[in-house]
């Protein structure tokens, strides 16, 4: 079976889109998908906005997404998947350590941290950014998925948004499921149930 090719934007600081990763990687496992991770940025969505849907007000989420978007600009979208295993299981377990430790980890050079605090890559940011959110709207956040099978239009979704990471046949049970949702003509949306706290 040929595989298919799922590409992934997401910002690296949502929790959420962590476990979703998590769950993409899972997938790998056990369907014949292969992963593109590309990177969009909910500083990026949210900007002009009145409110502050993220409560990001010192503008925090702006570092993390640039580290990714020199990343990508110098070394693709390996690279970048490389990168978040290790950024974001550090991240999201609350276990902060210094950057260049995580580009080091991830097979990186440790040049790249100055990018945490430079807009140097905003323009391959943004155009990431817009590749991806292109494909859907700006009705949702972070993560995008977009499946391009080798015949037929391509296949988008927001999320799955999930609080728990399947693991083995679970895993691809869900991306089975997700596929058949997404693909079928009018989709927009669907819900489960209240909002829990991620637990990885």
């Not at 900007?47 to 110098?74: C, K, S, T």
């Amino acid at each position: 079976m040929p595989h298919l090719t799922a590409r992934f934007w997401f910002d690296p600081s949502c929790p959420y889109t962590w476990l979703v990763s998590r769950w993409l990687r899972e997938v790998e496992k056990v369907r014949p998908v292969r992963v593109v991770w590309q990177i969009m940025s909910l500083s990026v969505l949210n900007e002009g906005r009145d409110d502050d849907p993220e409560n990001d007000p010192d503008g925090f989420l702006w570092g993390p997404v640039r580290l990714f978007a020199a990343v990508q600009h110098r070394y693709g979208a390996e690279a970048v998947g490389r990168l978040y295993d290790r950024y974001g299981a550090m991240a999201h377990s609350g276990d902060w350590g210094p950057i260049d430790t995580v580009l080091a980890a991830a097979g990186l050079p440790a040049d790249l941290a100055a990018a945490w605090d430079s807009a140097d890559h905003d323009a391959v940011l943004r155009a990431s950014h817009t590749a991806g959110i292109s494909q859907i709207g700006d009705h949702v956040g972070t993560p995008i998925t977009v499946v391009e099978p080798e015949s037929g239009r391509s296949i988008v979704w927001f999320g799955p948004v999930m609080s728990r990471v399947p693991r083995g046949e679970p895993a691809g049970r869900l991306w089975d499921g997700t596929l058949l949702v997404a693909e079928a003509d009018g989709f927009h949306e669907l819900k489960g149930r209240p909002h829990e706290p991620p637990v990885e």
